[in-house]
């Protein structure tokens, strides 16, 4: 082995079991309380639930991300996994997978007209921050499966009270999907093998009842109907039916197989033969972008491919226009960041989320990046040219690792300026997503012969 990769083979190894500690801070935080002075209350994370950052954050400057997500937790709980299978985890990981099995479940009791009626909480609110209170006539519709619509929850299994974008449609297929990986891979005692089930029926339920309605997409900023959900949709549904298919659930796994063959004859509709890549959405008016912002080219539908590793030749990283899709979302970032602009030949250019991105720093994302790394290795799986596209991810983990301080902490961004991180501290989904590119590259390094 040269020495420039046995250098990097020593540094994801380090770094990996720094991401793999920094993550399960976020899972179960039962130790960390959160106030919220202007909302008027405190809250006090319950197992199973998982925070997107357990930093204690107020927007000054960093965001206040200590919410449970439904896609960033089954993104985290996807990696709790992988460790686990790895060996790098111990019995603690099926812990952690029960536990967020139960406050998954926990959650569908939550209903929003109590909180209307419990008129009490609105008192203590303090008048600077009434702005930015949900509406009554929207929490009087959160109940029921709509619980799952609602992008995040708070920790202690309690509803959001402040004003966000929903509904959003990811969160479901996305989870069940994780959940299903976990019952392939494993076996389950009784009383969890029940839970499980009553979850992955809910999600999978909700996900055929909804997956045509618009949502807001996996930024939470346009509503419309988004490559990326309707790709984890349609292989939550597939994986759904395999499974269904176990159960002897024939009929309802043929249903749900049928609506999975019609999104993703939806989806070959988002390839765009001039521009020469998948288009991210479609909003309500047909266009794929608002506000002056052309969101088509969208890291979204890379992510979508790694998350729902989907087995076919469309729509997953064998897909050819997929990968024409990764060279133009290449080529946009390498022109648009100034830090890629300095980049030396051996580093692939760092990637963000679409042109024109504003939120905070508009720059790179480590997610983003390691997404496109764990893209190649995927794809090396599948391609008789494996060493080509090792090499191109490495390329990409070379990027991360030189904007990866020697502590190893990922936030959310880097800095497409200086390289400075920013945004979110200690983003779980960063450490998530280094853990899986990881495990996809122990999976292919040396086929390449």
């Given at each position: ?6 250098d ?31 909302f ?18 107020d ?7 200590f919410?449970?997500?439904f ?10 996994r ?5 060996g790098d ?11 967020f ?6 959650l ?7 909180v ?18 949900r ?26 009270i402040?004003?966000?974008?929903r509904?959003q ?7 069940a999907?994780?959940?299903l ?64 298919d ?5 009929a309802?796994?043929?249903s ?12 070959d ?12 959405r ?8 608002a ?22 030749s469309?729509?997953s ?6 990968q024409?899709?990764l ?5 946009l970032f390498d ?15 760092a990637?963000?989320r679409?042109a ?12 983003s ?7 190649c ?5 599948h ?7 090792i ?9 991360v ?7 190893g ?41």
């Open positions: 082995m040269a020495r420039g990769a046995q990097l083979e020593q540094w994801l190894e380090r770094e990996y079991r720094r991401a793999a500690e920094a993550m399960l801070v976020s899972v179960s935080p039962v130790g960390i309380v959160k106030t919220r002075p202007g008027g209350h405190t809250i006090h994370a319950v197992k199973g639930s998982i925070v997107a950052s357990p930093v204690l954050a927007w000054n400057p960093e965001p206040d991300y919410f449970h997500w896609r960033d937790s089954a993104v985290v709980i996807d990696a709790v992988l460790l686990f299978e790895a985890l111990d019995a603690q990981a099926l812990e952690h997978f029960a536990d099995v139960r406050f998954s479940l926990s569908q009791d939550l209903d929003g007209r109590k209307i009626a419990t008129m009490a909480w609105r008192e203590n609110v303090a008048a600077d921050f009434i702005r930015f209170l509406r009554d006539d929207e929490l009087d519709a959160v109940h029921g499966e709509a619980i799952v619509a609602e992008t995040r929850v708070n920790p202690d299994g309690t509803l959001d402040s004003s966000w974008t509904p449609h990811d969160g479901a297929p996305l989870r999907l994780s959940v990986r976990w019952v392939r891979s494993h076996s389950l005692d009784s009383d969890l093998r029940a839970l499980v089930s009553r979850l992955v029926r809910s999600d999978l339920a909700f996900t055929f009842a909804h997956w045509r309605e618009p949502s807001f997409d996996i930024w939470e900023e346009e509503s419309g109907l988004h490559y990326y959900t309707l790709c984890v949709s349609a292989a939550a549904l597939r994986e759904g039916a395999a499974w269904l176990g159960v002897d659930q024939s309802l796994a043929r749900y197989r049928a609506e999975a063959d019609i999104i993703y004859r939806i989806l509709g988002y390839w765009l033969p001039g521009e020469g890549h998948y288009r991210s479609v909003l309500a008016s047909g266009a794929g972008s506000k002056g912002v052309a969101k088509d080219l969208d890291i979204a539908v890379i992510l979508a491919a790694i998350h729902a590793l989907a087995d076919g469309t729509h990283v064998r897909d050819p226009r997929m024409a899709t060279q133009r979302l290449e080529s022109a648009a960041y100034p830090i890629n602009q300095v980049r030396p030949a051996h580093r692939a250019p990637m963000g679409y024109g991105d504003v939120y905070f720093s508009g720059g790179a994302y480590y997610f990046t390691l997404g496109a790394a764990e893209f290795f995927l794809a090396a799986a391609n008789e040219e494996a060493s080509a596209w090499a191109r991810g490495d390329a990409f983990l070379a990027t690792r030189a904007y990866t301080p020697e502590n902490e990922l936030s959310e961004q880097f800095d497409q300026r200086t390289g400075e991180q920013t945004s979110a501290r200690h983003l779980a989904w960063s450490y998530a997503a280094f853990i899986s590119c990881v495990v996809a590259r122990r999976a292919v390094v040396g086929i390449g012969g």
